[in-house]
């Protein structure tokens, strides 16, 4: 069998640069990377008419150039991915899918790349970007979500910009004040400034709800007939509490919160875009022995978590959101067990089939979470899940 490789685009750079593309190539024998350097997005691009690649890499020098990038990325090369490259190691995010920087160890960084190629390869069939490719019919990416990730990335950012930001989306500011208000912070007052609110839950985590918000509204109008939004965003809601719950790290915690809103955002892709496939996969689980995703497969050729998955690299969301969503049922195909996230949402999700539904235990992904460190919490999450099964039946 072939090694398969990554063929991987430099915008920009130094002969530095280059030497540091030499040094991740070398830093594993495989998967086997493939570099080229151009000078310009527009010649990325043409590039990319001659032969697909997994990732083009914007040295940070032309960051300014990434939003046309991804947009011209859209209408053709929906499973490449977007990364900027710095020469710095305090990297916090940008509006890049993926932040490196050449100080970075050249394993770990080759690490990553080596992810966005099998994150490139899973979306990359014709049955997923039938679904997402349609000339404009899926909802654009989030405006403010958007915003808030540009934001972010610049050095400084205040509490009054962000604040502003959220104040403009009525749904992500009411959002944002019935979080920074839930029981999950403990607050023994009422917290009615966007401000504090901000404050108090993290720019990064009100930058992630904004694309729950988004998607609540953008997908609200749904016509086919036995889907209903109502309960889409209560299943939605109960695996997030769920695998909030399961992680001690306020961090993960609220990534995970997150992840679990938006986590079947490829249901609401199928019931759009395929209403009576939609129709004809509720039949066939009504019917055989099968779970959501198989059929799904029979029907259609792919899943939701694929259609999720290249809708969310379309928008230019990030990686890790991005590979989360396309493998939330089947964590084990992102062979590196370092997403605790990614194992909190699986295990909500699959937990909650196998004590509330009946399904069977093989839904549970063991050796991912025997991977992430996570096996040991098992039990625990298992006993959460039953202590609020009649809640969670709600």
Not at 273 to 292: G, H
Request: glycine share 6%; aromatic share 4%; with cysteine.
């Amino acid at each position: 069998m072939t090694t398969p490789t990554c063929s991987i685009l430099l915008v920009g750079g130094t002969p530095a640069h280059t030497d540091w593309l030499h040094s991740v190539r070398q830093a594993r024998t495989a998967p086997a990377l493939s570099f080229q350097q151009v000078g310009s997005v527009e010649a990325a691009v043409a590039q990319l008419e001659q032969a697909p690649c997994c990732a083009v890499l914007v040295h940070d020098q032309q960051s300014e150039e990434v939003p046309a990038l991804t947009e011209s990325l859209r209408a053709k090369h929906l499973n490449t991915l977007v990364a900027l490259v710095n020469d710095r190691t305090d990297v916090t995010g940008s509006v890049a899918q993926l932040d490196l920087s050449t100080k970075d160890e050249p394993r770990a960084t080759h690490d990553l790349l080596a992810r966005a190629m099998r994150l490139s390869t899973v979306l990359n069939h014709e049955a997923v970007r039938a679904l997402v490719d349609t000339d404009g019919e899926l909802p654009t990416a989030p405006e403010n979500y958007q915003r808030l990730y540009a934001a972010t990335a610049k050095d400084g950012a205040s509490i009054k910009e962000i604040s502003a930001i959220v104040e403009s989306d009525p749904a992500l500011a009411t959002r944002t004040l019935r979080l920074a208000n839930s029981a999950a912070f403990g607050r023994s007052r009422r917290v009615t400034s966007l401000a504090e609110a901000a404050s108090l839950l993290g720019v990064k985590h009100i930058r992630d709800i904004a694309v729950a918000v988004y998607i609540n509204e953008a997908f609200a109008g749904v016509p086919t007939p036995g889907f209903s939004m109502d309960h889409f965003r209560k299943s939605s809601l109960r695996i997030a509490k769920l695998a909030r719950s399961f992680l001690p790290n306020r961090t993960d915690a609220d990534a995970a919160f997150t992840l679990g809103l938006i986590h079947n955002t490829g249901k609401l892709v199928i019931a759009r875009q395929r209403p009576q496939a939609f129709n004809a996969i509720t039949e066939r689980l009504a019917e055989e022995n099968i779970d959501f995703p198989e059929a799904e497969q029979a029907v259609l050729g792919t899943t939701h978590a694929e259609a999720g998955a290249l809708l969310f690299q379309a928008w230019g969301l990030p990686m890790t959101l991005v590979e989360a969503t396309a493998f939330h049922h089947q964590p084990s195909r992102e062979t590196t067990c370092s997403n605790p996230v990614l194992g909190a949402v699986h295990a909500a999700d699959a937990l909650f089939g196998i004590v509330v539904c009946g399904e069977p235990e093989s839904k549970l992904d063991r050796a991912y979470l025997e991977g992430c460190g996570l096996a040991d919490q098992i039990p625990a999450w298992r006993a959460k899940v039953e202590a609020a099964e009649d809640d969670l039946l709600d």
